[in-house]
């Protein structure tokens, strides 16, 4: 059984750029969510895709979103960045009605300069 | 206001010895509460959860935690330590429904004396 991954590992952009992470949820499961963790602190919720609609976003701009696609595969796009937008993106995937059961993937570090 | 928690930042003990995190939450309606671990560089592991029945849960790696509604808390609790459980542990807290908003704690990072 595949579990969650993520691509890509690492990722440097400068500030106003636009970025775009990648989530392959694990097999059998068709819900993805989203976190961003900054350093020394504890994941904070973007949001949540299940069968390809958003099923509730956390306090973040609209400049983060996402999508989900047929396959349950997600990514997250985050448009003008910002310096401090530099942090940890976990993807996590969850199976069908378990949303709150999260399996999480390996994350993408990205740095803003 | 829903929030998690975890008092101690820094924990340093020795191998063998026994450990336990604290974890206190405020949370509205029945909680759904988790321990992850998460090693440097790395994503997040599911350590054990709790969401009804028997408060004291067991989980992978010999790690256990004890769920206390009248004080809000979810402790973790290893009975001997092992130098490989260094990492950082966060206690998280989520909805009984479908919607998994988790809200985590800062985490705690356990060093491990040889």
């Known amino acids: 059984e595949t579990g969650v991954t993520q691509s890509p590992t690492h990722l440097i952009k400068t500030r106003g750029q636009q970025v775009t992470l990648r989530c392959s949820s694990q097999?059998?499961?068709?819900?993805v969510s989203w976190y961003q963790q900054a350093l020394g602190q504890g994941p904070q919720f973007i949001f949540q895709y299940y069968r390809e609609e958003e099923n509730g976003r956390g306090n973040f701009p609209p400049r983060f979103s996402g999508l989900q696609f047929p396959n349950y595969s997600s990514e997250l796009n985050v448009n003008a960045l910002e310096l401090d937008d530099s942090a940890l993106y976990l993807c996590?995937?969850?199976?069908?009605?378990?949303?709150?059961?999260?399996?999480f993937g390996p994350g993408t570090r990205l740095t803003v300069l | 206001a829903q929030s998690v928690t975890q008092p101690d930042i820094h924990i340093t003990v020795s191998e063998g010895a026994s450990l336990e995190l604290r974890c206190n939450y405020s949370y509205g309606a029945t909680p759904y509460l988790f321990w992850y671990v998460q090693s440097p560089g790395q994503g997040l592991q599911l350590l054990l959860k709790?969401?009804?029945?028997?408060?004291l849960v067991q989980g992978i790696k010999g790690f256990e935690a004890e769920f206390k509604r009248s004080q809000s808390s979810f402790n973790l609790r290893k009975p001997s330590v092992h130098w490989s459980d260094a990492a950082e542990y966060f206690c998280?807290?989520?909805?009984?429904?479908?919607?998994?908003?988790?809200?985590f704690g800062q985490g705690t990072t356990l060093q491990v004396k040889p």
């Open positions: 097999s059998g499961h068709n819900t």
């Open positions: 996590a995937s969850s199976p069908e009605a378990r949303g709150n059961e999260q399996f």
């Open positions: 998280a807290v989520g909805p009984s429904s479908n919607t998994g908003k988790l809200i």
């Open positions: 709790y969401f009804s029945g028997d408060t």
